[in-house]
C-alpha cells in the first residue's frame, strides 16, 4: 500500500456544492446519490464493501437521523468521470440492514477499496464533531448547521468547523537502521507495543514535537526526523503524522513509568517472529512498521 489505509480516498469533496443551502436536499431528489450510515465509528458493511442507500432506499422511518443529511463529496469513477453525490447520515444506534454486518473503522478500514475507506473515514470524522458541537464554544448559545453539515453557526453569527488535533507518530531506529524502538502503553493489554506517539503542542513545529516526545516517553534524543506520511484517525479527531528519526545513543532508554510502562528494542526478526503483539492493520502505525520490515527484507 502506497499511502496509510485511511489516506486513501476516491471522493471529490467538491466544497464548492456543499456552499449552497439546498445542497443536500437537491441530491436526494438525484436517484444517483447515495448515502452511507454510521452509528459512532460503525457502518453496514456487506461482502467487503460500504452499504450505499439510494435516496428511495433509505431505512425505515423509526430511524431517526442525529443531525440533517450531511455532505461528503461526489464519487469519481476509475475513468475519471464524477458520479452522484454521497451524504451521511449520522444514527445513534444500528439499524437492521438485510445480508449486512455493522463494522468498525478500525476493523475494516485497511480491507476496504479506495473509495470506501475515503468515504467512510470522512463520515466518521465529521460525524464525531456534529455529535459534540451543540453550541458556540465562545459563549454557549445554540448552533445551527450551514453549508450542509459541515459549518455550525451561533446565534451572535460565529462560525464553528470541524477540529482536527494533529499528533505525530515516530519509528525511531538506530543508526545501523538494524533495530526498532517500541513502546507498551499503560492503556494497552499486557504484551502490545507500537511506535511513540503523542500531540504536537501550541506553537510547536512537527518535527520539534518529535524530538520533544520521543525524549519525554522513552528518555531517548533523538536527530534527522524525517517525514513518512500522514492519515485521518477519527478516534475523535486526530491527525497521524508519521515520521522516523535516528537515536544514536540506544542504550539510554528510560520509560516515563506513566503513559509508556516499558520500552525495547526489535530486531526485524523478532517482530516478524511474533515477539509482541502489534497495531492493527488500519492503523499508520502498523503501515510504518511494515515499511521499516520491508527495508530490510530477508534475501530471496
Known amino acids: 500500500m502506497q499511502v496509510p489505509p485511511l489516506a486513501r480516498s476516491a471522493l471529490d469533496r467538491d466544497h464548492a456544492s456543499r ?36 435516496p428511495d432506499a433509505l431505512p425505515a422511518a ?25 451524504l451521511s447520515m449520522l444514527v445513534a444506534e444500528p439499524f437492521e440492514v438485510p445480508g449486512a454486518e455493522w463494522r468498525s473503522l478500525r476493523e475494516v478500514g485497511a480491507d476496504l477499496d479506495d473509495a470506501d475507506a475515503g468515504a467512510l473515514v470522512q463520515a466518521v470524522a ?16 445554540p ?18 468547523f470541524p477540529r482536527t488535533d494533529p499528533a505525530v507518530i515516530v519509528a525511531i531506529h538506530d543508526r545501523a537502521d ?16 507500537s511506535l511513540i506517539a503523542g500531540f504536537v503542542d501550541p506553537g510547536e513545529s512537527l518535527e520539534a514535537a518529535v524530538v520533544r516526545e520521543v525524549l519525554e516517553e522513552t528518555g531517548l534524543a533523538v536527530v534527522e526526523p524525517r517525514y513518512l506520511g500522514s492519515q485521518p ?12 528519526c535516528v537515536a544514536d545513543d540506544p542504550g539510554t532508554i528510560r520509560p ?39 527495508r530490510g527484507a530477508r534475501p530471496a
Open 178 to 193: 538494524e533495530r526498532i524502538l517500541l513502546g507498551h502503553n499503560a492503556a494497552w493489554p499486557e504484551g502490545r507495543y
Open 126 to 141: 465529521l460525524g464525531v464533531w456534529q455529535r459534540e458541537s451543540h453550541h458556540s464554544p465562545i459563549d454557549g448559545s
Open 62 to 86: 423509526d430511524v431517526e437521523p442525529l443531525v440533517p443529511l450531511s455532505w461528503l463529496g461526489r464519487a469519481v469513477g476509475a475513468d475519471g468521470a464524477y458520479g452522484g453525490a454521497i
Open 19 to 54: 456552499l449552497a443551502p439546498d445542497a443536500v436536499d437537491r441530491a436526494l431528489e438525484d436517484p444517483s446519490t447515495r448515502i452511507i450510515a454510521v452509528a459512532g465509528d460503525r457502518a453496514p458493511v456487506r461482502d467487503g464493501a460500504l452499504v450505499r442507500f439510494a
Open 233 to 244: 484517525w477519527p478516534f475523535p479527531r486526530s491527525l497521524m503524522i508519521g515520521f522516523e
Open 256 to 294: 516515563d513509568g506513566v503513559e509508556i510502562l516499558d520500552v525495547r528494542w526489535f530486531t526485524r526478526d523478532e517482530l516478524r517472529a511474533g515477539a509482541v503483539q502489534l497495531p492493527g492493520r488500519t492503523s499508520i502505525a502498523s503501515w510504518i512498521l511494515d515499511a521499516w520490515l520491508a
Open 143 to 160: 448552533a445551527d448547521f450551514e453549508e450542509s453539515g459541515w459549518v455550525r453557526r451561533d446565534a451572535n453569527g460565529g462560525a464553528h
